[in-house]
């Protein structure tokens, strides 16, 4: 891998940007949290501000592109490694999180370790891709908004009823978003893109083992996804079929 060198912007710089948002989160934001709260409340602002711009940013650099976006023979344009560099910083951050405050969440720790390592090869190493994994971003981000408002919910909805309530009112509509996006249109993306390195559309630039490794870090975290969020409806549909026993007696 080639030293990283300090870029404008850099890792170094966006590293720095998610860290102050981080603590801007835990400091000012959710200052009269409970303390145990705090830091996965803060992580999800970060995570917020992450997903927005990252779709933002990632939708625009595809629509200023004049190839297919499966075409992996274009060398990655310098904006599209800038929005690889933004994400590698967000989930470097983001891992040291987990790290150190929930180091036996060993499912998301290996999601960051392995986004990590698809992001930084295709930036680093390869220099070609870059326009597919962003499209990639952009269904894995889409529904950053919604979910991490869904989270900060999940995390009051104890404590408050307002935050009760609007987490009641937004999980199924989350999770229909999120099995749509994941359940569906990530899928069938992902299956284009492995019959495109399958035809030799990535020979030449992209050897073999680089993009097969690719291939099984995406399906995975594809699976992964799939059934975090079927294990999502099975408690909403457990919860709400608790709710109406208790209501008819």
């Not at 933004?86 to 370790?113: E, G, K, N, Q, R």
């Not at 919604?146 to 408050?160: E, F, P, V």
């Not at 229909?176 to 899928?187: A, D, E, F, N, T």
Request: aromatic share 16%; net charge positive.
């Amino acid at each position: 891998m080639e030293t990283l060198k300090i870029l404008e912007p850099n890792l170094i710089g966006f590293s720095l940007f998610f860290s102050i948002i981080y603590f801007f989160g835990y400091f000012i934001i959710f200052k009269d949290w409970k303390e145990k709260l705090k830091f996965d409340a803060s992580s999800c602002i970060m995570s917020l501000v992450h997903g927005t711009l990252a779709t933002i940013l990632s939708i625009y650099s595809i629509s200023q592109t004049s190839f297919q976006i499966l075409d992996f023979s274009i060398k990655n344009s310098t904006f599209q490694e800038m929005i690889l560099e933004y994400s590698v910083a967000y989930f470097l951050v983001d891992l040291l999180h987990y790290l150190i405050f929930h180091p036996s969440d060993i499912l998301f720790i290996a999601h960051h370790l392995a986004t990590l390592y698809v992001f930084l090869t295709c930036r680093f190493i390869v220099h070609h891709g870059g326009v597919t994994l962003i499209s990639l971003l952009v269904l894995a981000e889409i529904t950053s908004p919604l979910q991490n408002i869904w989270s900060l919910a999940r995390y009051r909805r104890i404590d408050t009823p307002m935050a009760a309530k609007l987490y009641d009112k937004l999980s199924p509509v989350f999770y229909m978003l999120y099995s749509l996006v994941r359940g569906i249109l990530g899928p069938l993306f992902v299956y284009k893109m492995g019959l495109a390195f399958a035809s030799g559309k990535g020979d030449g630039v992209i050897c073999r083992p680089m993009w097969m490794s690719w291939m099984v870090v995406i399906v995975s975290a594809i699976l992964v996804s799939i059934l975090w969020v079927m294990n999502l409806w099975v408690d909403l549909f457990r919860e709400r079929q608790r709710k109406l026993l208790k209501k008819c007696n």
